[in-house]
């Protein structure tokens, strides 16, 4: 998809020069070197910090940091991260969900750092179904890369490497794909047994 976006964009001549800068989940070294082949100037992955946007943005445009940017880091870093109490004891209830790394990816945002959490295990669910039912790399990878990229802004350590391990065999194929599924399908029943055990913890910040 990145790449078809690349190449529509390049197609407009006021776009020739235009910097472009890839947002990946994964980071391999092939992959990142492909994506410079392909036509992007530049690559970020994910989790993107504030930090790392504003010195990409200084790096391939005008843009120069000034008070009012320092000014916003400074408060995404201070910020109360933890609002709401009830709502992190039940986040911690489930040892693969690190409640303060979720805040931290949120900017300390209680109530964006439970949203996140809440897509990653939807969109979990809708993917359990099609790793247990087939091991064609090409059924998997475009799934597994979505919700790899989705994990990379929650705190959920356990299933943030299990996917990296899964996307890495999904493109180098070395002949694992078994047990790195196996282990993909267990850290996703633990995150859907979370939610399961806790149907209202949404419910805790609104």
């Given amino acids: 998809m990145a790449y078809e976006q690349q190449k529509k964009i390049r197609e407009k001549d006021v776009n020739h020069s ?3 800068v890839a947002l990946t989940a994964h980071s391999l070294a092939s992959e990142r070197k492909n994506l ?18 504003i010195q990409t943005l200084s790096k ?28 992190k004891e039940i986040v911690d209830f489930n040892p693969i969900l690190d409640w303060d790394e979720c805040l931290k990816l949120s900017g300390g945002k209680p ?41 990379k802004y929650v705190g959920a350590h356990d299933l943030l490497h299990a996917l990296d391990n899964a996307e890495t065999e999904l493109k180098v194929n070395t002949g694992n794909w078994n047990q790195v599924s196996n282990k993909l399908i267990n ?20």
């Fill in 18 to 20: 235009t910097p472009l």
């Fill in 36 to 53: 410079l082949n392909s036509g992007f100037n530049d690559y970020l992955a994910k989790p993107l910090s504030e930090e790392q946007l």
């Fill in 60 to 87: 391939w445009t005008s843009f120069k940091e000034n008070k009012q940017t320092k000014k916003y880091i400074k408060t995404a870093k201070n910020s109360n991260l933890i609002e709401n109490g009830a709502a």
């Fill in 111 to 151: 109530k964006l750092a439970l949203k996140m959490v809440q897509g990653l295990i939807e969109e979990a669910a809708l993917i359990l179904p099609i790793i247990e039912s087939t091991s064609d790399y090409n059924l998997l990878l475009e799934p597994i890369h979505k919700l790899h990229g989705l994990c």
């Fill in 187 to 206: 850290t996703i029943q633990a995150l859907l047994k979370f939610q399961i055990e806790n149907p209202d913890w949404v419910e805790i910040v609104n």
